[in-house]
């Protein structure tokens, strides 16, 4: 079974740059659509960006514009490229693909 792995996570300031890793265990970004999620603590998981296997992304209202979905081109990895980090974006943050979820990576945004 492919296994997915996030990382990247950890306390940051708000404002600038962050990226977070999401890699398999083989090339199924490639092939397959692919999501983000995130958990902030006491509410439920959100999508908040979307990879179509065609290359077409979309985003939740609340990262549009700041957050952005890459890929590389062998298909093992898919990162997801935070900008102008905000608090209200901490949380546990999730990769998803074909109903595999990775273990998560925490993020911590101060103000």
């Known amino acids: 079974q492919v296994r997915l792995e996030e990382s990247g996570g950890g306390p940051v300031q708000a404002g600038g740059s962050l990226r977070l890793s999401c890699t398999a265990s083989d090339s199924i970004f490639r092939r397959n659509d692919m999501g983000w999620y995130r958990q902030a603590p006491g509410k439920q998981r959100e999508w908040v960006a979307s990879r179509r296997s065609d290359g077409s992304r979309t985003y939740g209202d609340s990262v549009k514009g700041r957050f952005t979905i890459l890929r590389t081109a062998n298909g093992y990895t898919v990162f997801l490229q935070m900008d102008s980090r905000k608090p209200e974006d901490t949380g546990g943050y999730y990769c998803?693909?074909?109903?595999?979820w990775g273990q998560g990576t925490q993020v911590t945004v101060s103000s």
């Open positions: 998803t693909v074909c109903r595999l």
